[in-house]
């Protein structure tokens, strides 16, 4: 075993805690699971070895975040990075076609949880399926600690209430994608085929299961050491990872710090790419109209609704025009927009009428779901209550975003303009604007005046 530096912590018996090990102990992990896979990036390495360090010490965190190998292709190198993985985990219980019954009791083991290795999950989730509703369910639930199956058993004659524990570490592999209530709870590595000049030793058990055997009880004494100090640690995430991704990574980044070195870098640094990878990836068709919206409108403040759906069919390599078998019309239009709060109105154009979209309508859209359109000083403030100024950034002109904001941008923009507008204080009141938006003439949507220097309405 490698040589341990102890020291004492304010608070803690002395003597109990290694310095130095953790750092060496993810660096001979990161070599050994390097040997045998062969990764996509960087990133995903450095992932894999924090996700496997952190399953020693799964009573010090409040969700855990699932492994997922997912590749388009069969032979990407799933199978031996699960296998690879079994080797250094704490109880590993390969799940292939295990029933539910297994899983539960499996997680109810009194000597420790185990780790789940679960090849094969395109059996589970894929078209071709069939009936895995209460594995889904383990799946979905079992990230949070404290998680329970509820089960009826029956005992002689009496039908007995019985909870199992869901909560463990879980890698998976498959083939295609999985649910996004899935996804969004795991680490995602996409494998892919090895290139002709991408060499990896061939995994032998016999052979090469003794070292990460070696490796895999290290990691576990090391984690009875530290796993007192991980119980109230709160890793600071990297800008732009939060809400549900600061959840998957929480663990990882706790682990990285306690090991110290260079891990806490490299482990931001997979944060971010991986997060931004799979942000990147499989928008859901709602996202992609708004991402697609957003392009065609460019610095427009209206457009009627065939345009729109001209524009949109005319884009390369866009679904609009093949719906399944359908191209996009304005039912659809408008029943894809409804669930994000926007709605179709009439324009004014010359002496027409016709309905269509307007921009301030689907800037609360953009902003919520469209990662660039976030402004980078944000932290508490929310699309409703941001003043103009912290409304758009750098990062809206990269996007090719308008460079003004919205004219509705909320009721404290409201009290603010008419503070600083006092003329217009008996107009200023979207209750008494008209449905139909002049396309000619774009009003402030709070006082009607074409010329309103606070809202940078145009005339």
């Not at 130095?20 to 992932?47: H, I, M, N, W």
């Not at 009791?105 to 009936?131: C, M, N, Q, Y």
């Not at 304005?330 to 926007?342: D, F, I, Q, S, T």
């Not at 990062?395 to 003329?423: F, I, K, L, S, W």
Request: aromatic content about 6%; hydrophobic content about 40%; overall charge negative.
């Amino acid at each position: 075993m490698s040589a341990v530096i102890w020291r004492t912590v304010e608070g803690h018996p002395p003597t109990t805690r290694p310095v130095s090990l953790g750092s060496q102990l993810l660096e001979d992990t990161y070599k050994f699971v390097g040997r045998f896979v062969a990764y996509p990036s960087e990133a995903a390495r450095v992932a894999h070895t924090l996700w496997v360090a952190h399953s020693h010490c799964m009573s010090s965190w409040e969700s855990t975040p699932r492994l997922a190998f997912l590749s388009p292709e069969p032979g990407s190198g799933k199978t031996r990075a699960l296998e690879i993985t079994g080797t250094l985990v704490p109880r590993p219980v390969e799940a292939v076609s295990a029933s539910p019954a297994y899983l539960f009791r499996k997680v109810s083991d009194p000597e420790g949880a185990p780790t789940i290795l679960h090849d094969e999950i395109d059996t589970v989730f894929g078209p071709k399926s069939g009936d895995h509703e209460d594995v889904r369910a383990f799946l979905n639930a079992g990230h949070r600690k404290g998680a329970k199956a509820g089960r009826c058993v029956i005992r002689g004659k009496e039908i007995c209430t019985e909870e199992f524990p869901a909560y463990c570490a879980v890698a998976l592999a498959g083939l295609g994608n999985l649910p996004d209530t899935i996804l969004t709870r795991a680490v995602v590595i996409r494998m892919r085929r090895r290139a002709p000049g991408e060499k990896v030793d061939p995994y032998r058990q016999r052979l090469h299961s003794k070292e990460g055997h070696r490796i895999r009880d290290e990691l576990a004494m090391w984690a009875q050491h530290i796993t007192p100090f991980l119980v109230d640690v709160w890793p600071t995430m990297p800008e732009g990872i939060e809400d549900r991704n600061a959840d998957v990574w929480e663990s990882l980044l706790a682990i990285a710090d306690e090991a110290g070195g260079e891990w806490p870098e490299k482990a931001r640094a997979a944060a971010v790419a991986l997060v931004a990878q799979s942000q990147d990836n499989s928008p859901s068709l709602g996202v992609r109209l708004l991402a697609d919206l957003r392009k065609v409108f460019g610095d427009r403040d209206t457009m009627p609704t065939e345009e729109i759906i001209r524009s949109l069919c005319a884009l390369d390599e866009a679904p609009w025009s093949d719906l399944r078998g359908k191209a996009l019309d304005p039912r659809k239009l408008a029943g894809m927009l409804k669930p994000y709060n926007v709605m179709p109105r009439v324009l004014r154009v010359g002496n027409s009428t016709p309905r269509g979209y307007v921009r301030e309508d689907l800037w609360d859209a953009w902003v919520r779901y469209l990662p660039a359109l976030h402004p980078k000083s944000a932290t508490s403030a929310t699309p409703e209550t941001m003043p103009h100024t912290s409304r758009y950034s750098v990062a809206d002109d990269v996007a090719g975003v308008a460079q003004r904001p919205p004219q509705d941008a909320g009721v404290a923009d409201a009290v603010a303009h008419q503070t600083a507008n006092p003329q217009h204080e008996n107009t200023c009141n979207s209750s008494d604007v008209s449905p139909v938006v002049d396309v000619a003439h774009f009003r402030c949507m709070r006082c009607a005046d074409t010329g309103c220097v606070h809202c940078e309405a145009v005339s």
